[in-house]
């Protein structure tokens, strides 16, 4: 199971701790789904989850407002029996609740606030945390932004991957990963690709060492993350193999249970593979918006045939 930990959400939302007593370091946040305690509040704790983020809002404070100081505590104090909860953010001008917070020291669960809408925070945290614990594995390969098309090139060690990577920069596009891709899995039909930090920005060319693309291409030439859309395998030309020439059918292979649309491009002399990958990127993008070359084809033949028979 992956965790996040409070110190990197506090860090990315600028939350302002209301309980500085309370030391979070090491506290971690195991669940990618966010809470909203109302029911809990109500006095109905069936089914909860106190793994998750707990977020109180205008709905709760609101329900708050019509109880009395000492059956707000109660509650309170029952909501916080629970120390596996990672922590508490208050959203909006709402709280701080004194007695929330007292209890809160007692039981060391940090509280938080932030002055975002307590929706737009979920709707962010959210989001963030499901990048975050994501399910996750990495490959070897290269993943390039090819006309905002995340393309993840594969093959064998010394094939060329890095090299058609440094043509494709060359030619606008942006690189995301060298030689290691880390994968998450960010819902059930969205693969985001990024490099693992010690080596982002770095190309290893042989023969020449290791190349800072940021530093010699500048930022334009980067970027940190990438859907994964469509996979190009190398391999080196095979004569005795039969190669798609068409391309009416799409070949897939599977990351992470996610079936992502595969080319296999054979390499050989006098083969640039760099616009070849760019030039699939550009049919797959075709494709998204309608429009398959090959079927295209295939329809002229046909009514081309059928013309033909028509005037015997």
């Given at each position: 199971m992956y965790t996040v930990s409070v110190e990197k959400m506090v860090e990315k939302f600028e939350l302002t701790n209301l309980t500085p007593e309370i030391s979070y370091e090491g506290r971690e946040i195991s669940q990618s789904d966010v809470n909203r305690p109302a029911l809990q509040l109500a006095g109905f704790f069936d089914h909860f989850d106190d793994g998750?983020?707990?977020?109180?809002?205008?709905?709760?404070d609101a329900y708050?407002?019509?109880?009395?100081?000492?059956?707000?505590?109660?509650?309170?104090?029952?909501?916080?029996?629970?120390?596996s909860i990672p922590c508490i953010v208050i959203c909006r001008s709402l709280g701080p609740y004194p007695d929330l917070v007292k209890?809160?020291?007692?039981?060391?669960?940090?509280?938080?606030?932030?002055?975002?809408?307590?929706?737009?925070?979920?709707?962010?945290?959210?989001r963030w945390l499901h990048v975050e614990l994501a399910e996750r594995k990495s490959v070897h390969g290269v993943l390039v932004d090819?006309?905002?098309?995340?393309?993840?090139?594969?093959?064998?060690?010394g094939i060329g991957k890095s090299e058609t990577a440094l043509e494709l920069i060359r030619r606008g596009h942006r690189l995301v990963a060298d030689d290691v891709v880390e994968?998450?899995?960010v819902s059930a039909a969205t693969l985001l690709g990024t490099s693992p930090e010690v080596i982002r920005h770095f190309i290893e060319m042989r023969g020449i060492g290791i190349v800072d693309i940021k530093q010699i291409f500048g930022v334009g030439s980067?970027?940190?993350?990438?859907?994964?859309?469509?996979i190009i395998n190398l391999e080196l030309w095979d004569q005795q193999?039969?190669?798609?020439?068409l391309g009416i059918g799409n070949k897939y292979e599977e990351i992470l249970g996610i079936d992502v649309v595969s080319h296999t491009i054979p390499i050989r002399p006098g083969r640039n593979i760099a616009i070849i990958c760019e030039t699939a990127a550009i049919n797959f993008r075709q494709k998204k918006m309608g429009y398959n070359a090959a079927e295209e084809l295939n329809k002229r033949v046909l009514d081309n045939l059928q013309e033909n028979a028509s005037k015997k």
């Open positions: 998750r983020l707990q977020v109180i809002g205008k709905v709760e708050l407002e019509t109880m009395s100081l000492a059956e707000r505590e109660e509650r309170f104090r029952k909501l916080l029996s629970f120390t209890i809160a020291n007692k039981n060391q669960i940090p509280v938080f606030h932030t002055e975002e809408v307590t929706s737009s925070f979920i709707a962010e945290a959210n090819i006309y905002g098309e995340g393309v993840l090139i594969k093959g064998e060690s994968i998450k899995k980067v970027k940190q993350m990438q859907n994964i859309d469509l193999k039969e190669y798609d020439r």
